[in-house]
Nanobody
Framework: VQLQAFGGGLVQPGGSLRLSCAAS????????IGWFRQAPGKEREWVSC????????SYEDSVKGRFTISRDNARNTVYLQMNSLKPEDTAVYSC???????????????????????WGQGTEVTVSS
């Protein structure tokens, strides 16, 4: 099983990027997918998750309204569309997949845990003028 994130790069504040996560050895359509990021000197944090049935979509508060997670089962690829990028979005972004539902729920709001089985190599996103 291999996951590979790509599509990162240098972008100016306010710009957009679309990250892709391609898989080999598993069908992403049957897995919960998560996007995570790790900024220099900081711990890894979750960004967004999409359940295998597409009925649970969760975004970290700082990216709500700016980022969109989606999947293309025919291409066996998951995407993270990032708009209105800010310097604080600078990080290495990684994708992860799990056959279960690695979510936490509090007050009816879902968030992603890090209990994912498969992790991919990251892609670096730098937001700077």
């Amino acid at each position: 099983v291999q996951l590979q994130a790509f599509g990162g790069g240098l972008v100016q504040p306010g710009g957009s990027l679309r990250l892709s996560c391609a898989a080999s050895g598993l069908r992403l359509g049957y897995y919960t997918i998560g996007w995570f990021r790790q900024a220099p000197g900081k711990e890894r944090e979750w960004v967004s998750c999409l359940s295998s049935s597409d009925d649970i979509i969760s975004y970290e508060d700082s990216v709500k309204g700016r980022f969109t997670i989606s999947r293309d089962n025919a291409r066996n690829t998951v995407y993270l569309q990032m708009n209105s990028l800010k310097p604080e979005d600078t990080a290495v972004y990684s994708c992860a997949a799990d056959p279960g539902t690695p979510f936490a729920i509090y007050d009816g709001i879902y968030s992603c845990t890090t209990d994912f089985t498969f992790w991919g190599q990251g892609t670096e996103v730098t937001v700077s003028s």
